[in-house]
């Protein structure tokens, strides 16, 4: 039970950091209905995180480290709310925090039925997460490659689950599980608040925003529906799996696909992050009666590390929200020009914001930056075009999105002839479709093309329809992208573009559902006032037609969250449990038994030997290290592989780790133990199902203390040879 005791502590602590940080988010959304307080629980948790990183290069990652930057957070708040003295609105308090909890238990319950941090690529974020636990400096050590570090990785996701979770010393198989449904909470509470903002309040509308960028799914999960229940066709990889499949060679993952899969990967847990930057930025666009795009310094210095925090957290992420920063900051100083007549001075303001977020966003993270050394990324090629996105799989994953905005920019246009200027450019883009081998041009040109006018439009008076046909046009413009360039990456022919595709349909995804739920909002309030009768009748038929077709686009997308659901807790069929090691004891209960006492007993980041082999990705071998974050020899090699190891080393290491095991040499054992300063051996039933181990030589007491003897048998090693 102690450890339950932990993680209401863990989670008391979570609810502390939102109003610790009330007054700073005040500041960065001074002009949003609710004054950012929706934002208010992710800033902390950023906020929280850097400086605790930051200060790991002084004192160490340890939790003195983590107290003394929640201490000075509280030292920062306190002088900023003794300077303004406001409190949020109780129905913006209650609202947010009931949408809060409710979205973390929610969650947390699902996942307590899905606990198992095992298969697909759980055992690759498990181990990142360990790592940054026991790390005492950054970068961490690679848990799969012994002498390594994750210098190649983005870890930042990781860290801000791992800060709160080490001040609070959570077991990190139920961590794994928390902060799943913690990155659920705070995006769900994120979007509610994104939505009462766009409308200026209104409750509802916040709520229909989170429910449609998080909840909902795409039409795939209503084929495969039908094909389950209906044609009783066989579906592969369970039903959940071939909405994130629809174009093909590639993956198409959507919010709540990725929080029903499990996986801790970056790309989601970032999530809350890119909101949180999406919230400072509306609020700079609404920001009318000012002549700088900051409050002040206070508030500039947040959204620059907010920002800035984006890249070592997922670094995918940082190009499409800088673009968006440029685009507001632009509409913020063109409307400044609008008003005050003075070119040259907004001007000169407009290229030293720019040039100001771009250095800040980019110098609180630069040891970050001088030890970044990716090399899975190697430059840009083209998309082949029988690879390129077809209409009909855009309509599948988009649908509903693009119905409603649509919609919504043709109401927008105002002009007499609309119809005709949208079979012109329609007719324009089919043509250029087929001369260029694009077809989603016929759907991304007049999207891009309505949109961008209308955010232009917007431009003297920055209302919040403007800040959505921005996003409108932001999606379209990723969406073209993709169906153009790809970055070139280990994944070669056919699924070269996968990454691409995998990581900006993410934002794509985001950026559709937020400008429909409110393209909602707009089209409601314009249509509920005529009445029917005073109405044209083939406009009561079309209005009919309309608000039929958005009822069935609806419903076939909740489809998808419904049965995902519940096929997938169905086919885990796990005893509800927080610890995502419980499903160890049925699988291997010597395992389960021995990685609990190396995470109870060995501190710091010794060597681990466990077994692997030439094809060990997506299997349960390096569940040693996985679980718990100390470095092996050589890991998942499909993995590191990807992310630029040398391939004879690889090979060279599983060379080692069969000899280590199989030679009856005991200075051959040692000899190769000392070169990767092994401190470890791990002996259970997988190592001896694949080598012919010679446990002699570990016997001798001169070299080796047996500290674990059961059906695993783990040898410490006393000194080198």
Known sequence: MLEYLHVIFWFIFIEMLGLISMPLARIAGDRLADRGYSAARTLGIVLVTYLAWLFSDVWGFNRRTILISVLLLCLISGIVYRKQRILPEKKVLFSNELVFAAGFFFFLLIRMHLPEIYRHEKFMDFAFLNAVIRTSSFPPADPWFAGGSLEFYYYFGYLSVGVPGKLFSVEPSMLFNLAIALTFALSFNLLFGFGYNLTNGKIRYGLLTAVSVILLGNLQGLKEFISMYFTRETVPMGYYWSSSRVIPYTINEFPYFSFIHGD????????????????????????????????????????????????????????????????VIFAFYYGHYIHKKNLSKSITLFFGTIFSVSIFSLIPYLPFYLSFKPQAAGGFNFVLPELRTTIREFL??????????????????????????????????????????????????????????????????????????????????????????????????????????????????????????????????????????????????????????????????????????????????????????????????????????VQENVKGVPVILEASSDDSSYRYTSRVSANTGLPTIIGWTRHERFWGRDNEEIAKRLEDVNIIYSTSSEKKALELMNKYNVSYVYIGQLERQMYDIKTDKFEDETYFEPVYQSSVRIYKVKKKF
């Open 264 to 327: 801790l990967h970056s790309h989601m847990l970032a999530i809350p992050f890119q909101l949180l930057v999406l919230a400072f930025l509306l609020n700079i666009y609404l920001r009318k009666d000012s002549d700088r795009a900051f409050e002040g310094m206070l508030s500039f210095l947040m959204f620059s590390i907010s920002i800035g925090y984006l890249f070592p957290s997922n670094s995918w992420d940082f190009p499409i929200y800088f673009g968006l920063t440029f685009a």
């Open 396 to 597: 599948i994953l988009f649908s509903l999105f693009l119905f409603l905005t649509f919609s919504f920019l043709a109401n927008r246009l105002e002009l007499r002839r609309k119809t005709q200027y949208f079979i012109l450019l329609t007719g324009i883009s089919a043509f250029l479709a087929r001369e260029w081998a694009i077809s989603l041009l016929v759907i991304l040109l007049p999207l891009l093309t309505f949109s961008l006018y209308s955010f232009i439009k917007d431009l003297p008076e920055r209302s919040s329809a403007g800040f959505v046909s921005l996003l409108i046009a932001m999606a379209a413009f990723i969406a073209l992208i993709c169906e153009i360039i790809f970055l070139d990456d280990p994944i070669s022919g056919t699924f070269a573009r996968m990454n691409t595709v995998f990581k900006f349909y993410m934002h794509l995804w985001i950026f559709l559902a937020i400008a429909a739920s409110y393209s909602f909002y707009d089209l409601y309030f314009r249509y509920r006032t005529p009445l029917e009768n005073s109405l044209p009748t083939s406009s009561v038929y079309g209005k009919k037609i309309l608000t039929f077709s958005l009822m069935l686009l609806v419903l076939s997308c909740s489809v998808f969250p419904v049965v995902a659901t519940l096929t997938r807790i169905e086919d885990m069929n796990a005893k509800p449990a927080l610890d995502g090691m419980e499903y160890m004891k049925k699988l291997d209960r010597g395992d389960y038994d021995a990685i609990k006492w």
